[in-house]
C-alpha cells in the first residue's frame, strides 16, 4: 500500500502511546493487519484495513489538544515505578489516551500541553519551529547581571552547550527565560553550574498562548484559534537581559478574552 497512514502514525492517534512506543510494539509483534502480522511501523494502513493490538481491534480516537496547569509533586508519565503521583490523575478516563508533548519534571509547574495529534507534537518539539517557551525562575539568591550575559552566551557542559534564547529580570531573584531548546532540566542544569538553586520554575507560554489564570491541577480543551497559537511565536523586539526594573502587571484581560489562554501581546 502506498495510500493512507504509516502505522505507527495510526496506532497513536489510536491512543495507543507515542510513536516511539507504537515503533517498538510493531517491532516486537503486538501488531496485526488484517489478520496478517506485521512488523513494519512505516506499513501504510488504509480506511478498510483491521488493525488488532495484542488480539484486540483499535481505531483511531477523535483529536484532542488539551492544556494543564501541573502543579509541582506529579511526574509526566502514565506508569512511575516509584508509585508517585502523576498528572494523568488530573484527567478525566476519556482523556487518558493522550501523551504529553514535552515534559515538566516533578518540582516544576505550568503550562503543559497533551495531544493525540502526532503530526502537532511533532511540529512542537522539532527544533526547526523554534517553538518559544516562557518560565518564570525563582532563584534561592539574587542572580547577577554577569550571570544573565552567561545564560545568554551559553554554559557549557557535559549535555553540551546550554544558553538561553531571552532574559528579562522581573526582579532580583526572579527571571524570565525563553528557550526554543528542550534539554533536559535545561534550566536547573544552567543555574546550577553558576551556583544557583531554582527555588520555584513555572511555564507560562508556548508559543503565543499563555497559561493565565487557569488554575493548578485543571485542564483546558483547546479550540482551533488557540492550537495555531502554540506554534506562533510572539512578535517581539530585542530586550535588553539586564533591564533595571521588573516587569509591570499586566493590564486586564478585555471582554471577550479567554479568562486563561490567551494571546501573548506584541511589543
Known sequence: MTDGTRLNKFLASCGVGSRRTCDRLVQEGHVEINGQPCLNPATRVGPGDHVKLDGRKVLPKQESVVVLNKPRGLVCTKADELKRG?????????????????????????LLVLTNDGDLAHAMLHPSKKVEKEYVVTSNQPVTDEHLATFLGGIYTEEGKLSADRIERLSPRRLSIVLTSGHKRQIRVMYQ???????????????????????????????PKEVELLLENPASKKRSPTPSKPRKSRSPRKPGTPPFLKRKKKD
Not at 478525566?92 to 515538566?104: F, I, K, N, T
Not at 544557583?196 to 485542564?219: F, H, N, T
Open 193 to 223: 553550574k553558576l551556583g544557583y538553586r531554582v527555588q520555584r520554575l513555572l511555564r507560562v507560554r508556548i508559543g503565543s498562548l499563555e497559561l493565565g489564570a487557569l488554575p493548578p491541577g485543571k485542564w483546558s480543551r483547546l479550540t
Open 86 to 110: 502523576n498528572i494523568f490523575e488530573l484527567l478525566p478516563d476519556s482523556m487518558r489516551h493522550l501523551q504529553h508533548v514535552g515534559r515538566l519534571d516533578r518540582e516544576s509547574e505550568g
